[in-house]
């Protein structure tokens, strides 16, 4: 199954029906919706990193510095974290190839 589109991280289409599905989350805990960030299919999971969220009581944009995997077979979101101390500093409008 190849994937062609996306909008807000809950409906997909593929290229094989053209037609959108609900993947939206069944369980558990899901990041901060964003915008900006960067996001690559890998397998069977999305991987979705850095970007914007606009917090609505501050009226204002905060970077994110987070990475998350959404798995399609299982529904759910995991947030990824690095072995080291570095990591990538905040960022925005990114590529994010595989």
């Given at each position: 199954m190849a994937l062609v589109g996306l909008v807000l991280l809950c409906t997909?289409?593929?290229?094989l029906t053209?037609?959108?599905e609900d993947v939206s989350p069944?369980?558990?805990t899901?990041?901060?919706v964003r915008y900006s960030h960067a996001a690559t299919?890998?397998?069977d999971s999305m991987i979705v990193s850095h970007g914007y969220h606009y917090?609505?009581?501050?009226?204002k944009a905060r970077w994110k510095d987070d990475t998350w995997a959404y798995s399609f077979s299982g529904r759910n979101w995991t947030q990824l974290t690095a072995d080291s101390l570095?990591?990538?500093s905040s960022r925005t409008t990114?590529?994010?190839l595989w």
């Open positions: 997909v289409t593929t290229i053209l037609r959108w069944l369980h558990g899901t990041p901060m299919v890998l397998g917090d609505h009581k501050a009226r570095v990591k990538p990114h590529p994010c």
